[in-house]
């Protein structure tokens, strides 16, 4: 079986409009994302 791998990188107003300011810092923000957890447990 094969796999595709997404990386979808966020816009730095993604991490700014949610209290943080650089991206490597806000990288907690996806467990609290409901929109990335429902794309990880729906495959």
């Known amino acids: ?3 595709l791998a997404v990386l ?3 816009p730095k ?3 700014s ?7 490597h810092g806000g990288g907690g ?6 929109d990335v957890m ?3 447990f729906e495959r």
């Open 1 to 3: 079986m094969e796999a």
């Open 8 to 10: 979808d990188v966020k």
């Open 13 to 15: 107003d993604y991490f």
């Open 17 to 23: 409009s949610r209290g943080v300011n650089n991206e």
């Open 29 to 34: 923000l996806a467990a609290h994302d409901e």
């Open 38 to 40: 429902k794309w990880l």
